[in-house]
């Protein structure tokens, strides 16, 4: 017979797991500068519009592919969309196999981060540490190819592997859910420590009010309702393959967009607290070297994680607490997110191949060994970067715009997939959800990536050569893209359309 597909214990594993993946670097790092210079307390409003528009709808997508197809993201999407579909999962899943090499790079810092907290490490030059003494690289685009490795980040780049494999091997239930179930309520409260913490501190409230001064004039700004679609689309995770893989693990009867709305509105809130706890300790900061709060740079980021938020630690009395509660909840927020991300590689190589769990978590092993020799260099840790701006806002973006329109106008899968959203669920949904992930969506993200495309071309990123960006940017899409051509067309162990054939 064959055997049961691993399941969530329930709702609650389901939830945390979600949770988990949503809450992550995005929250900490990337949205408060976001949101400040966006137009303050007024990039609400397209922040919350892109929410509703896209951002919960797409999610509910993922869920329904993932859940009424029961299969990895190559696998949900080729019983949907037969070999068409199955591409825009292999895209999916190279995307995620690349962005997983720089999520484990940052997450090995922040853990460096994390012992350096206690006793300060950094000193007073927080910026020629990180780049020199830590990174070695502070000779930027002059000198990025070396091939010399870099043993302080080496070590804990290892150990953040083994973690994540250990966790991924034990299993849906025993691995995923069990370390998302004692991980997530540790982050919050250790955050919200923090948070409280900050808002303590001398200037905070100067921090506060920066943060939340509402610039409406910046609503006339089409960038600022760019960044906020893809400040949602990056931070509730969807379009990635995901949420498709996660939602595959539920019961066949779920309540999958009640599920939904507490992972996208209970993200959007750890984001607004990061907005609070990371603009007080902004506005601590300007009041201890006495210049404004609009002065302060170095607001997202690595550079706002392992520049100035240390610096900001150097100022305060006890400030190594603060760093180690940070650098913690930076390290945990991004581990869970990393889980989430590896574990569309191991469904999808598990489908494809009938492989255990086992085999492929060891097949994944294998491919981080290389990446570690590679990554632990000075080149490969600039070459990461790149990458991750080019997925990012490239990749997801265009997969998310081919998937909508592949189910609801070329396999017209929308009525089916709303009918099956709302069979259980609480919240139901109809004409308006199709409405929004069929015609809304597209259309704003694809305004969206030829924006991007054109910044990117026109402007380049960051200052390096034109080769170097096409080699590592272009080329992870175009690798992406090989992905999607050549892998349907290697045979399935088991026929993927023969549900009997398959765990249920
Ligand atoms: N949603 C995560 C965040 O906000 C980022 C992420 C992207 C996680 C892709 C997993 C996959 O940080
Ligand atoms: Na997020």
């Given amino acids: 017979a064959v055997p049961e597909r691993e399941q969530w214990s329930g709702q609650f594993g389901f939830i945390m797991a979600a949770v988990g993946s949503a809450v992550g670097l995005g929250n900490i790092w990337r949205f408060p500068g976001v949101a400040y210079e966006s137009g303050g307390g007024a990039f609400l409003i397209p922040y919350l519009v892109a929410l509703l528009t896209a951002g919960i709808p797409i999610l509910f997508l993922d869920y329904a592919i993932g859940h009424r197809f029961r299969g990895s993201a190559p696998l949900a999407l080729r019983r949907l969309g037969g070999r068409l579909g199955e591409g825009i999962g292999w895209f999916q899943v190279v995307i995620c196999a690349l962005i997983a090499l720089y999520y484990t790079g940052v997450l090995a810092w922040a853990g460096s981060y994390f012992v350096f907290s206690f006793g300060e490490k950094w000193g007073d030059d927080t910026l020629g540490f990180f780049t020199g003494e830590y990174l070695q690289v502070s000779d930027g685009a002059e000198r990025p190819f070396t091939l010399d490795f870099v043993p302080a980040v080496l070590i804990p780049l290892v150990l953040m592997w083994v973690v994540t494999l250990v966790i991924l091997g034990a299993g849906v239930v025993k691995g995923v859910q069990r370390a998302n179930v004692i991980i997530i309520p540790l982050l919050v409260i250790g955050f919200l420590a923090l948070v409280v913490r900050s808002l303590f501190l001398p200037g905070a409230l100067d921090g506060l009010d920066a943060f939340f001064t509402p610039d409406f004039a910046a609503l006339a700004d089409p960038g600022v309702w760019i960044a906020a679609y893809s400040q949602i689309f990056f931070s509730l995770s969807v379009a990635f393959g995901i949420m498709i893989t996660y939602a595959s693990y539920r019961r066949r009867r779920s309540n999958m967009t009640g599920a939904g709305l507490v992972v996208a509105f209970g993200n959007s809130s750890f984001e607004i607290l990061a907005g609070i706890g990371v603009f007080s300790a902004i506005g601590f900061l300007a009041h201890q070297q006495g210049i404004g709060v609009d002065d302060v740079e170095g607001l997202t980021g690595p550079i706002l994680a392992f520049v100035t938020f240390p610096a900001i630690v150097s100022e ?66 600039i070459a990461l970067d790149t990458i991750d701006q080019w997925t990012n806002n490239i990749g997801i973006v265009a997969s998310a715009i081919i998937t909508t329109i592949v189910v609801i106008w070329i396999k017209r899968r929308g009525g089916e997939l709303a009918r099956h959203l709302s069979a259980v669920s609480t919240f139901k949904v109809g004409t308006l959800w199709v409405l929004f992930t069929g015609v809304v969506a597209p259309i704003v993200l694809f305004y969206m990536v030829v924006e991007k495309v054109r910044d990117l071309i026109t402007g380049g990123y960051e200052g390096y050569a034109t080769w170097y960006l096409g080699v590592a940017g272009w080329g992870s899409i175009v690798l992406a893209l090989l992905g999607a051509i050549i892998l349907p067309l290697v045979t399935w162990r088991n026929d993927p359309d023969r549900f009997d054939e398959w765990p249920s």
Avoid at 326 to 334: E, H, N
Avoid at 341 to 357: C, S
């Fill in 316 to 381: 305060m009395p006890g400030g190594g607490l603060m760093g180690a509660l940070f650098f913690g909840a930076l390290t945990l927020a991004g581990l869970t997110s990393l889980i989430s991300i590896i574990e569309v590689v191991i469904a999808a190589i598990r489908d494809k191949f009938g492989l255990t769990r086992g085999q492929s978590v060891a097949a994944i092993g294998v491919i981080a060994a290389l990446s570690i020799v590679l990554l632990g260099t000075t080149s490969g840790l």
